[in-house]
């Protein structure tokens, strides 16, 4: 009985440690641990929700949170072998294992678009009771839409994922430079 309760707990605590609470995405951590093993050839990309803090002050931390869930949903799509991590706040990481920057950016390219373009119903938090509305009144769901920049850094000669990461970073902030809602390198 001791050995399954001891199982339980190390399960529990591997998955607070390495999935992220509220989108259920790996978290930073275990992006760390694959940055281990992915070896000589790999392409990785920071995003990041344009505008988030304004959306936030706006609709309330809530819906922010809505807004990160369905942005994550929209992301676990990404194709071309794409790992998807939650980095913090608003920030993802996508890795790339075995792939070039050039083959990788179109797969970014397709996910920023599918973002730009998906009309997120965000709930209103207070009213979650169905049987409250009586005939057909007006639904409190408000449809938005939300962007991402995103920036993309293939691993170079001699560059530790840290460096790698970095330059997705800068890359990053060139894409907000450019107006926002793009992909640069």
């Not at 819906?63 to 990404?78: C, P, R, T």
């Amino acid at each position: 009985m001791a050995s399954l309760y001891l199982l339980a707990v190390s399960t529990d605590s591997y998955y607070l440690a390495y999935r992220d609470d509220l989108t259920s995405l790996p978290t930073r951590r275990a992006l760390n641990q694959l940055a281990l093993s992915l070896g000589r050839k790999y392409t990785v990309a920071m995003l990041d929700i344009d505008h988030f803090k304004k959306f936030n002050d706006t609709y309330g931390h809530d819906i922010g949170d809505q807004v990160l869930k369905l942005v994550a949903a929209k992301m676990s799509g990404v194709k071309g072998g794409g790992k998807i991590y939650r980095y913090g706040g608003e920030e993802f990481t996508v890795a790339f294992p075995r792939k070039t920057a050039e083959q990788s950016i179109p797969e970014l390219e397709t996910l920023r678009q599918n973002i730009a373009t998906y009309d997120m119903v965000i709930r209103n938090p207070k009213r979650t009771d169905k049987k409250s509305r009586k005939g057909k009144q007006p639904s409190d769901n408000k449809t938005v839409n939300v962007t991402v920049s995103i920036g993309v850094a293939q691993r170079t000669a001699k560059q530790s994922f840290d460096e790698a990461l970095k330059n997705a970073d800068l890359a990053l902030y060139r894409a907000k430079k450019k107006g926002r809602n793009n992909v640069s390198e």
